[in-house]
Each structure stands twice: as structure tokens, then as C-alpha cells.
């Protein structure tokens, strides 16, 4: 029973230890324990926003979800070695009298151990068990260091994302109005230098939220910072424009190309944990789409090869899943 309660305190922390490793430091996704959280979180908080339709409620879970990873982690961590400690009599005692520790004062010698307090009131028992506690001791300072690392991380790339959404709203609050106001004169010039300066930060962002998933879970309640409508509205306007006007400039058309690339690289990232494409895409009217000469197009003809985009599956999915909607992301509020 003693080997079997040792393992199983093993075998914890050898899963958090996975779990925080594959989080924090992989870059390409969620350890399965914080992919398990971040999305029971996120959907049950969805499936009450859908019903009460308050933002707050998704607005409340990356900061929770967060304080609750680290907490399982920590939590589980002294667990693991809790019963470590449990399972075997002399492992740990108390130095001036001599006695064994019972179950709660061992609970505490691990906390002040993993947290590497060391209280020293109580201490080790001879030979592997004083190994162990050094062990303990790494394992708890790993923990809380790649714990503190991975918060700051998070909270700089939280900012990055909400700057990147507020600058695309900038240019326009809906796709029609993106494509009117920087048409300018030469055909999109001006629209092809303002996206050109977003290329970079979008890649970033989007390798962000690949290298830290939880990302998904920082939800902004007001559509002019919402990364995801913007993302959208900026899409589609690109997409309008290198369709609908055969007169671009090759200089301006490889700018806006560039962008979109950028934007379908962001939309690679979005099937790893937290989207899967929507089975059907809503219409677009063509009452939503520029009317604008610089477009030699009909609407109709633009509309069609919107719809027809395999993309726009994701692009409804990813707005569904923070929150949004289609038709209010092609419209003026």
C-alpha cells in the first residue's frame, strides 16, 4: 500500500509537471489538463452569455481561468508530494521530540517545502527521504517560476492583441467602411500602406495565441477592441478589394496580398484548440458590400465569391466562439 500511495504522489506531479512544461514552454499548445480548463470555462461561460447576453461573463474568464491553472498546479503539486511524504512513516518527523508527523503536518511540511519557505519545524527523514525533499523543494521553485513567467507573458501579449484590434478599428468600423475611406486617390494606395503596417504585428499576435492558447480566453466586451471582429472586418475589406478591383497597381495589390496572408496565417492558428469551422456560412447582402467606383465588380459578383470562400467558415466560428456576431460584424452598430 506504502509503494502504491508513493507512486500515485509521483504520478501527480509527473502530470503537472508535463501539463506546465507543455504550456508554457512548447509554443504550440495547451497541456491537456489546461486545454481541458480553458474550454469548460469558456463554453459554459458562452452558453450563459448566449442566454443572458452579458459580456461580463466572458469577459471574466481569462483572468479566472488563469488564477485557476496556476492554482491546480501548485495544488496538485503539493498533493503529489503529500502523498510522497504519507507513505511511509519516518518521512518526515519533529526534530526536538522525535515523533513521526501526522497526516496534516506533513501537509505542512510539503507546503513550506515546494514553496521553499523551510520553516524547519519539521524536517526529513534520514537517507532518500532528505533527497526527496530537496527534489520537492525544485520541483515547487520550478513550478512557481514558470507560473510568474508565463502570467507576465500572457498579460504583455493580452495588451499586444488589444492594441492590434484597436488600430484595425481605426481604419473603418465595418468592411464597406474600411474599403471607402482608404480608396484615396490611385487605387487604394492609402489602404495598401495602413495594412502594410499591420502585417507584422498580426503574425505576432497570431503566433501569441498559437505559443499561449489561453489567450483566447481575454475577451473584450466592446467591439472597437475585440480582436476577433476586427480581424473579420479587415479580411473581408482586403478580400472585397483584391476581387472586386482589377485595376490595382501590382505594388498595391502584393501589400494587400501580404496582409491577407498574414490574416489566413492567424486563421491557421484558430483550428488548433479553440475553433472549428462553422458547418455552414450565413448570406452576406449585398447591401452590406462598398458601392465605389474604384470596384470593378458588381456587388452580386463580390458577394458570390465572399461566400465562396472556404475561410469564412473559420472566420464564423471564431466570431461565434468569442461572443460575436456575423451580421453585426458587416453592419454599423
Known amino acids: ?9 509521483f504520478l501527480l506531479v509527473g502530470v503537472v509537471i508535463y501539463d506546465a512544461v507543455q504550456t508554457t514552454l512548447s509554443a504550440s499548445r495547451s497541456g491537456p489538463m489546461t486545454r481541458f480548463l480553458g474550454r469548460f470555462a469558456w463554453f459554459t461561460a458562452l452558453w450563459l452569455y448566449r442566454r443572458f447576453s452579458r459580456h461580463g461573463l466572458l469577459q471574466a474568464v ?55 519557505l523551510g520553516y524547519g519545524d519539521f524536517v526529513a527523514g534520514a537517507g532518500k527521504w532528505q533527497v526527496l525533499a530537496v527534489l520537492a523543494a525544485a520541483n515547487g521553485f520550478f513550478v512557481l517560476t514558470l507560473s510568474v513567467t508565463y502570467i507576465l507573458a500572457v498579460m504583455s501579449a493580452v495588451v499586444q492583441k488589444r492594441q492590434l484590434a484597436i488600430s484595425i478599428h481605426a481604419l473603418g468600423d465595418t468592411p464597406s467602411a474600411i474599403v471607402r475611406r482608404l480608396e484615396a486617390e490611385g487605387g487604394f494606395v492609402e ?61 498595391v495589390r502584393f501589400k494587400l496580398q501580404a496582409t491577407l496572408y498574414s490574416l489566413e496565417s492567424f486563421r491557421s492558428v484558430l483550428s488548433h484548440d479553440f475553433v472549428r469551422p462553422a458547418r455552414d456560412v450565413p448570406k452576406i447582402e449585398a447591401a452590406w458590400l462598398p458601392s465605389t467606383a474604384r470596384l470593378d465588380k458588381p456587388r452580386e459578383e463580390i458577394r458570390d465569391y465572399l461566400e465562396g470562400l472556404e475561410s469564412q467558415r473559420v472566420w464564423q466560428a471564431y466570431l461565434e466562439n468569442d461572443g460575436w456576431e456575423w451580421q453585426m460584424s458587416w453592419r454599423e452598430r
Not at 71 to 95: C, D, I, K, Q
Open 1 to 9: 500500500m506504502s509503494t502504491f500511495i508513493a507512486l500515485s504522489g
Open 62 to 116: 481569462g483572468p479566472w481561468v488563469t488564477v485557476a491553472l496556476l492554482t491546480v498546479w501548485v495544488s496538485l503539486v503539493w498533493l503529489g508530494w503529500w502523498l510522497v511524504f504519507s507513505s511511509h512513516e519516518g518521512a518526515v518527523f519533529h526534530p526536538s521530540s522525535g515523533t513521526f508527523a501526522n497526516p496534516l503536518e506533513r501537509l505542512y511540511f510539503v507546503g513550506y517545502t515546494i514553496t521553499t
Open 191 to 251: 489602404l495598401a500602406e495602413q495594412v502594410d503596417d499591420l502585417k507584422a504585428t498580426i503574425i505576432s499576435v497570431g503566433q501569441q495565441h498559437l505559443a499561449y492558447p489561453i489567450l483566447h480566453y481575454y475577451h473584450q466586451g466592446e467591439p472597437s477592441r475585440a480582436l476577433p471582429v476586427a480581424l473579420f472586418r479587415l479580411y473581408q475589406a482586403l478580400a472585397i478589394v483584391c476581387h472586386g478591383s482589377t485595376s490595382l497597381s501590382p505594388s
